[in-house]
């Protein structure tokens, strides 16, 4: 059998990172089992599906670079399949048109709850054997029901959760197709994965409740069930459902903050499953190490702090030069033009081991693209007469140095050495002067970046 997984999110909003977590997992399954991955689009919501959710959901998968084999598919695009096995369910006897009016639905839920019993519909227009049905009411567009089993279980043995079973008397005569045709969720989804071949479902844990309906609906359309996965809700740091009013919920949000999408596809990875004691990996590993069994059935906790230092983890690991055309963009909304000054993978290269995400990155690097003044608060902390009188001998000292790192960093000592007094009093009003800030690497290697021109140019600008 080939493996078959999908993900198959809806368009109402931006890729929410658990369904990237959930189309992580089948991915992964299906490249360790040598098989397809399928992106199908659930688009029939016509009232919240948007063109642009759909391209959102794109764009995000492109971003993390969870490549589909198949698709995209599109529910919307599939409506006259989905009419045409409704029309076999009836012939069938499967199905049935229901005539039921949304006022006798809520007298039926009305006396149910009275009878404190779960409101249910009461199968009143259900084909059985010697059963007279109802009259037809004049001009009412009928729903089509499933007919549902009414005795015995269903049960299946969840790849995550364990063996599930439940009662057909827990089950409704779920509505397949509206009174205008349009069929419902459960029953798209169902026709999608056996027409698809989906071999497996792997999805998050809200869709338990529809699992009992869909085998249902599978097993009368006598199609093979494929194997459910159910996975665990990611939740906030306060052990809350993660909402995008409080929580960074969409890919978006975690490109926007500088985050590697190898990083966020490696923690992601890591909530709800775990191979011993490994924290960080690529997603060749991941797949290699990858079996459903290992997933957790219990929710996840997403912690901000452990991603970041994955992320870190992840761009210590990154090539300089990938770094620096994922940086430029923050630096440009900073002002800055990489195209003056240093080259942009040499001064990656220098500080990426400083920092957690691109933006800090591109933050700690401005001071290599910046052609103004020195901040005067800063220079008028650091830069006191005396130490302006030091930097102006020590400006002298550099005109005349080999502009190198050994070469520097001697010049750098033996002026301390020279003054009589300790590095702070030199490096701290030098970095001030010549950087803007106080917090740099090692002076002598932000010195040899910048460049011998540039340091004596800033030098002369914050002396005048």
Same mark, same amino acid.
């Given at each position: 059998?080939?493996?078959?997984?999908?993900?198959?999110?809806?368009?109402?909003?931006? +890729?929410?990172i658990?369904?990237?977590?959930?189309?992580?997992?089948?991915?992964?399954?299906?490249?360790?089992?040598?098989?397809?991955?399928?992106?199908?689009?659930?688009?029939?919501?016509?009232?919240?599906?948007?063109?642009?959710?759909?391209?959102?959901?794109?764009?995000?998968?492109?971003?993390?670079?969870?490549?589909?084999?198949?698709?995209?598919?599109?529910?919307?695009?599939?409506?006259?399949?989905?009419?045409?096995?409704i029309?076999?369910?009836?012939?069938?006897?499967?199905?049935?048109?229901?005539?039921?009016?949304?006022?006798?639905?809520?007298?039926?839920?009305t006396?149910?709850?009275?009878?404190?019993?779960?409101?249910?519909?009461?199968?009143?227009?259900?084909?059985?054997?010697?059963?007279?049905?109802?009259?037809?009411?004049?001009?009412?567009?009928?729903?089509?029901?499933?007919? !549902?089993?009414?005795?015995?279980?269903?049960?299946?043995?969840?790849?995550?959760?364990?063996?599930?079973?439940i009662?057909?008397?827990? +089950?409704?005569?779920?509505?397949?197709?509206?009174p205008?045709?349009?069929?419902?969720?459960?029953?798209?989804?169902?026709?999608?994965d056996?027409?698809?071949?989906?071999?497996?479902?792997?999805?998050?844990?809200?869709?338990?409740?529809?699992?009992?309906?869909?085998?249902?609906?599978?097993?009368?359309?006598?199609?093979?069930?494929?194997?459910?996965?159910? @996975?665990?809700?990611?939740?906030?740091?306060?052990?809350?459902?993660?909402?995008?009013?409080?929580?960074?919920? &969409?890919?978006?949000?975690?490109?926007?903050?500088?985050?590697?999408?190898?990083?966020?596809?490696?923690?992601?990875?890591?909530?709800?499953?775990?191979?011993?004691?490994?924290? #960080?990996?690529?997603?060749?590993?991941?797949?290699?190490?990858?079996?459903?069994?290992?997933?957790?059935?219990?929710?996840?906790?997403?912690?901000?702090?452990?991603?970041?230092?994955?992320?870190?983890?992840?761009?210590?690991?990154?090539? !300089?030069?990938?770094?620096a055309?994922?940086?430029?963009?923050?630096?440009?909304?900073?002002?800055?033009?990489?195209?003056?000054?240093?080259?942009?993978?040499?001064?990656?290269?220098? @500080?990426?081991?400083?920092?957690? !995400?691109?933006?800090?990155?591109?933050?700690?690097?401005t001071? #290599?693209?910046?052609?103004?003044?020195?901040?005067?608060? +800063?220079?008028?902390?650091? =830069?006191?007469?005396?130490?302006?009188?030091? =930097?102006?001998? #020590?400006?002298?000292?550099?005109?005349?140095?080999?502009?190198?790192?050994?070469?520097? &960093?001697?010049a750098?000592?033996?002026?301390?050495?020279?003054?009589?007094?300790?590095?702070?009093?030199?490096?701290?009003p030098?970095?001030?002067?010549?950087?803007?800030?106080?917090?740099?690497?090692?002076?002598?290697?932000?010195?040899?970046?910048?460049?011998?021109?540039?340091? +004596?140019?800033? =030098?002369?600008?914050?002396?005048?």
């Amino acid at each position: 059998m080939t493996v078959r997984t999908r993900f198959a999110p809806s368009p109402t909003g931006l +890729l929410h990172i658990g369904g990237v977590r959930t189309a992580l997992f089948s991915w992964a399954y299906a490249r360790k089992n040598k098989g397809v991955f399928v992106l199908r689009i659930e688009d029939t919501d016509l009232e919240r599906s948007t063109p642009e959710s759909v391209q959102a959901i794109l764009d995000g998968m492109h971003w993390v670079g969870l490549g589909y084999d198949e698709g995209p598919f599109y529910q919307m695009q599939r409506m006259e399949r989905y009419k045409e096995v409704i029309q076999e369910m009836l012939l069938a006897g499967t199905a049935y048109y229901c005539y039921t009016s949304k006022e006798e639905l809520d007298q039926m839920r009305t006396e149910a709850e009275a009878r404190g019993e779960k409101p249910r519909y009461d199968r009143r227009w259900r084909p059985e054997r010697d059963k007279t049905l109802p009259p037809k009411p004049e001009g009412v567009q009928p729903v089509v029901r499933f007919r !549902n089993p009414i005795e015995g279980v269903v049960a299946w043995d969840d790849a995550v959760k364990g063996r599930i079973e439940i009662a057909n008397s827990e +089950l409704d005569d779920l509505i397949i197709a509206r009174p205008d045709g349009t069929p419902t969720y459960n029953f798209c989804v169902v026709v999608d994965d056996r027409d698809m071949g989906i071999s497996h479902v792997i999805r998050g844990d809200d869709h338990v409740n529809n699992t009992p309906r869909q085998i249902n609906i599978l097993t009368a359309l006598d199609a093979p069930l494929p194997v459910y996965g159910h @996975l665990p809700m990611i939740l906030n740091a306060d052990g809350q459902k993660m909402s995008k009013r409080r929580d960074a919920v &969409s890919v978006v949000d975690y490109s926007e903050q500088g985050i590697l999408p190898e990083a966020l596809l490696n923690y992601l990875a890591r909530l709800g499953w775990g191979h011993g004691d490994d924290e #960080f990996f690529t997603m060749d590993q991941f797949v290699e190490w990858f079996d459903l069994k290992n997933v957790s059935p219990s929710p996840s906790r997403f912690d901000r702090e452990k991603m970041l230092w994955i992320n870190q983890l992840h761009m210590k690991a990154a090539d !300089n030069s990938r770094l620096a055309a994922l940086t430029r963009p923050f630096l440009e909304k900073l002002g800055c033009d990489t195209n003056q000054g240093p080259a942009l993978a040499d001064t990656i290269a220098l @500080l990426k081991d400083r920092v957690t !995400n691109l933006v800090d990155l591109a933050q700690q690097a401005t001071y #290599f693209y910046r052609h103004d003044a020195a901040p005067t608060e +800063l220079a008028t902390q650091h =830069l006191t007469e005396e130490s302006r009188a030091r =930097l102006g001998r #020590f400006q002298l000292v550099l005109a005349d140095t080999t502009w190198e790192v050994p070469a520097l &960093s001697a010049a750098i000592k033996a002026f301390v050495t020279s003054e009589g007094v300790k590095m702070p009093l030199v490096g701290m009003p030098l970095r001030a002067a010549v950087c803007g800030t106080t917090q740099t690497p090692s002076i002598d290697l932000v010195l040899t970046l910048l460049g011998k021109e540039e340091v +004596l140019k800033r =030098l002369k600008h914050t002396l005048a």
